[in-house]
């Protein structure tokens, strides 16, 4: 889900039963009731599985808000007691209905206290208390943790990148935090930036790419390493170079590119493997190429299929069907409005009828949790500010008239967030770059 949903759960308390099992939809988890004592049908007894049900509303929706964040943050408040966690609280005025939730893994076991995030929570225990009348609630989280406030929005965050860039690449990885590396200010750039959504904070990584480079396209691999393709810097790059968020290091990888180019975009698959679309390395020399990388192997192969025509800064995204989809890019003959399917389990390339709604390139795609793209910004003789949203299912686009970039901008980098929503960051419209970072929910 790429919004938040809040329902009351589905809790009938004048009729308890024994081994009743109820569904509860709080924010986007899938739970369900599998422990309810029973009792005597009395108003404190209600009360008391209304106070612990409650409790399980209200910390859901703090999960929810704050996905990726330490449970001992204020914002979910858990507090360490035996070597469990635990959030209290009240849902009265008075004081008189509490509640009391304990924090556990999949398996049921307790949670560290020190290290424990929003998305380590498997299973949560709430017992509320009215009147001396004690009732549990035990519910099980099947479901992934999304949230997005208001629907079709685009905000511009607190946080801005170093300095204004554009021409970076920026990546979610799988401790939730998106790293944006290289760029251009004017002047080519190594910085690895790491941006936390959960708190809206940026931090100017130790590590630097090899060289100063923009142009370049980085993927978040399965093995929870980024991995980044060519780029220019001077001159264009073949390199391939892995960055490993756990440890702030980079490494220069043996496999390299068929050849130098910049303005590839690349994509992790389904398979593990990552593809890489097209790019450009001067004068007349884009390419219709698409290349696999084997990050287990450290091995690249050029694949039998291409684009339909060589290309350079599309903007390529996977999509939930398993198969990549490419908007828009530019090749020799001028702008592209054009949106290419590539099936990695057969390697065959569609041309779809849908197309974006005029040609553009330097515009950042991004999957949502919807299982809908979206593309944002690009040049297409003037930059844009467009948001342009396309349904995989049903080869349809949608302009989001709703809601626009801050500003027209082409150039820019945008990540689909584990919380769900997409943060776009950068760019540039022929006079500046922009150190923006743009939070969008879509739906």
């Known amino acids: 889900m790429f919004k938040q949903k809040q329902k009351g759960s589905a ?9 009743v099992m109820v569904v ?8 369900s009731m599998i422990d309810q004592e029973t009792s005597s049908d009395t108003t404190k007894s209600v009360s008391a599985f209304q106070t612990a049900d409650t409790g399980v509303e209200k910390v859901s929706d703090k999960i929810v808000k704050n996905s990726g964040v330490l449970l001992t943050n204020a914002s979910i408040g858990a507090v360490c007691e035996s070597g469990s966690l635990f959030v209290t609280g009240y849902v009265d005025a008075d004081n008189k209905k509490k509640y009391k939730v304990e924090l556990l893994d999949g398996s049921g076991a307790p949670l560290p206290c020190a290290t424990a995030v929003t998305s380590d929570v498997g299973i949560m ?3 509320g208390e009215f009147g001396g009348t004690v009732r549990a609630v035990s519910v099980t989280v099947e479901g992934g943790v999304d949230y997005c406030p208001t629907v079709d929005t685009s905000t511009v965050k607190t946080a801005t990148l170093p300095t204004g860039r554009r021409a970076l690449s920026c990546a979610t ?6 790293y944006c590396l290289g760029g251009s200010t004017g002047a080519y750039l190594d910085q690895i930036v790491e941006y936390d959504p959960s708190t809206d904070t940026r931090t100017i990584k130790t590590a630097v790419l090899p060289s100063a480079r923009g142009g370049l396209s980085c993927v978040a691999a399965s093995n929870s390493k980024i991995y980044c393709f060519g780029g220019v810097g001077g001159t264009y790059l073949d390199q391939i170079v892995e960055y490993d968020p756990s440890t702030d290091t980079r490494t220069i990888k043996t496999a390299v590119l068929p050849s130098a180019r910049g303005g590839l975009s690349c994509v992790a698959a389904s398979n593990n493997k990552i593809y890489c679309f097209g790019g450009y390395s001067g004068g007349v020399a884009y390419t219709s190429q698409i290349v696999e990388y084997d990050p287990s192997t450290d091995t690249r192969t050029i694949k039998t299929a291409f684009l339909p025509s060589a290309r ?10 398993n198969k990549i989809y490419c908007f828009g890019g530019i090749s020799a003959a001028g702008q592209l409005s054009q949106i290419v ?5 057969t390697d065959t390339r569609t041309i779809k009828t849908a197309t974006l709604p005029s040609v553009r390139t330097a515009l950042s795609c991004a999957a949502a949790s919807n299982s809908k793209i979206y593309c944002f910004g690009g040049f297409g003789g003037t930059y844009l500010d467009q948001i342009v949203e396309y349904d995989p299912s049903t080869d349809t ?8 970039l801050p500003s027209a901008r082409g150039y820019l980098s945008c990540a689909a967030a584990s919380n769900g929503v997409i943060y776009c960051f950068g760019g540039y419209n022929a006079s500046s770059s922009f150190n923006h970072i743009v939070e969008y929910c879509g739906g």
């Open 11 to 19: 809790l009938v308390f004048a009729l308890i039963m024994l081994s």
């Open 24 to 31: 509860v939809a709080v924010g986007s988890f899938s739970a």
């Open 125 to 127: 225990k709430s017992v």
């Open 173 to 178: 990885a799988s401790n939730g935090k998106i």
């Open 312 to 321: 350079q800064n599309s903007s390529c995204v996977a999509a939930s069907n």
């Open 341 to 345: 399917e590539y099936d990695p389990s």
């Open 397 to 404: 686009r949608t302009i989001k008239t709703a809601v626009l």
